[in-house]
T-cell receptor
Framework: DAKTTQPPSMDCAEGRAANLPCNHS???????VYWYRQIHSQGPQYIIH???NNETNEMASLIITEDRKSSTLILPHATLRDTAVYYC???????????????FGSGTQLTVLP | DAGVIQSPRHEVTEMGQEVTLRCKPI?????LFWYRQTMMRGLELLIY????????DSGMPEDRFSAKMPNASFSTLKIQPSEPRDSAVYFC????????????FGSGTQLSVL
């Protein structure tokens, strides 16, 4: 059973904010939301993660709804190099947890248009 | 640090031949992961190691696949004999711990079995 649901594809104009949604309605209280992206012909790259508070780093911002059933990854000023598949993953943050919890689904293909 | 280094970048072989993929994790990372990516099945975790010890190999598709980690700075994934359905991109990743959920991926090996 998929823990997350993402749209298969999205377009965004260069220089505009890209808002990528993710539904995780069955998320547990101790599960974090992670975002990775995969640029064509490269390995996945970690972007950001959070539990319930909004998070921001040099790459993106993560907005998690108060009920934690959905989240949005925001790339504030998208560039052509942000064209990639974006994966939303939920997992328990524990050292005893299996690595299989970090499951990459189909993701969202974001295309940044010039 | 140069990041996770995989070799070769591309491998073309004939059915029945032995294939060996190599990976050098980031220095100091205790966890090493092997993933396979295909269009049909997406990104699948094959096996992962902790401190050079295999922890979970339930994703290894068949006995034809084997992985070793003789020391902290080197791992191999071997397929013997190879089959056309093994054609895929194989990624190696490393991590400081499972707790962080932050994996660092290599650039992958594109394997084509003819």
């Amino acid at each position: 059973d998929a823990k997350t649901t993402q749209p298969p594809s999205m377009d965004c104009a260069e220089g505009r904010a890209a808002n990528l949604p993710c539904n995780h309605s069955t998320i547990s209280g101790n599960e974090y939301v992670y975002w990775y992206r995969q640029i064509h012909s490269q390995g996945p790259q970690y972007i950001i993660h959070g539990l319930k508070n909004n998070e921001t780093n040099e790459m993106a911002s993560l907005i998690i709804t108060e009920d934690r059933k959905s989240s949005t990854l925001i790339l504030p000023h998208a560039t052509l190099r942000d064209t990639a598949v974006y994966y939303c993953i939920v997992r328990v943050q524990t050292s005893s947890g299996s690595a299989r919890q970090l499951t990459f689904g189909s993701g969202t293909q974001l295309t940044v248009l010039p | 640090d140069a990041g996770v280094i995989q070799s070769p970048r591309h491998e073309v072989t004939e059915m029945g031949q032995e294939v060996t993929l190599r990976c050098k994790p980031i220095s100091g990372h205790d966890y090493l992961f092997w993933y396979r990516q295909t269009m049909m099945r997406g990104l699948e975790l094959l096996i992962y190691f902790n401190n050079n010890v295999p922890i979970d190999d339930s994703g290894m598709p068949e006995d034809r696949f084997s992985a070793k980690m003789p020391n902290a700075s080197f791992s191999t994934l071997k397929i013997q004999p190879s089959e056309p359905r093994d054609s895929a991109v194989y990624f190696c990743a490393s991590s400081l711990s499972l707790r962080t959920g932050r994996l660092f991926f290599g650039s992958g090996t594109q394997l084509s079995v003819l």
